[in-house]
């Protein structure tokens, strides 16, 4: 696979890339990730918000819902299918899909699964999913027709697997589920590599930062500055951040309310940046 030069807009950190000429092969052990969306719930703009984040020209203010794609050697894997996922599949131009995994069931987490159908008849199978049993229930009532016993033709296609506190084994990969909190709703965020991915959290039990020892790359969402119910602030994320202490960490699932991301991102450490739909990571070693 060839990476195409260019997509990644310039930033002062060199851990991304232009990417050119980077040729993936049997022993690239480097994951990847492509921030597919990382705004919150509603996305940034807002409909019908005047604020000056929501009137921004700046692209970097503009976020869909909150995904993360993951490549492996072996896979692609997205996480979260919200209500943006066919556009985040067509700006991403993804051709293959191995697995998605779900953090957890609210809407903007798993909207977007009807559009699963175009990868089933391109690949002729079912997709993989995984998500924890309760998860599973909200994916089967929302998409009751996917698993009602007649099926209307061409309905999308979907497989569910269950996730517990385990590894994941995922066709030569393995996936660390990281238990953490959306205020009292308990969901997942995920561990792969030296990668780990945590969105709508608001606190993290010791155990699960046990699991995030030796993460070199951390994304870790914040919604705003200011204290909120369910998710992280920004303060909140960067005392998390410098606990772990990656090499690098990606803010994410962010809304309006942060300020815009030019500013707000002069304001951050250095190994912090707030992430912006399409940033290309190479995570490597
Ligand atoms: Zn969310
Ligand atoms: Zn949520």
Known sequence: ???????????????????????????????????????????????????????????MDKRLRASLMVETASNTIVIDAGPDFRQQMLNAKV????????????????AGMDDLRAFNYKSQAAIDIYAEERVQGAVRKEYAYVFSENHYPGVP?????????????LKGDTVTPLRVFHYRLPIFGFRIG???????????????????????????????????????????????????SPRKAYITHIGH????????NRELPVNVTLAWDGLEVACEE
Request: charged share 25%.
């Open 257 to 264: 309310q942060m300020g815009k991301h030019a500013e707000v």
């Open 1 to 59: 696979m060839q990476i195409a030069a260019g997509e990644a807009k310039v930033i002062t950190d060199i851990v991304l890339l232009s990417f050119s000429g980077y040729v993936c092969n049997s022993i690239y052990e480097t994951v990847k990730i492509t921030f597919l969306g990382t705004g919150t719930s509603q996305g940034v703009p807002v409909i019908a918000c005047e604020c000056a984040v929501c009137q921004s020209a700046d692209p």
């Open 157 to 169: 296609r979907m497989e569910l697997h269950n996730i517990d506190n385990y590894k994941l084994e």
């Open 95 to 110: 051709k293959k899909l191995d697995a998605i995994l779900l953090t957890h069931e609210h809407k903007d987490h798993i």
């Open 194 to 244: 030296d990668m780990a991915y945590i969105t709508d959290a608001n606190y993290i039990p010791e155990e699960t930062k046990e699991q995030l020892i030796g993460v070199k790359y951390l994304v870790i969402n914040a919604l705003r500055k200011e204290k909120h119910i369910s998710h992280y602030s920004l303060g909140e994320a960067l005392g998390l951040i410098r606990e772990v």
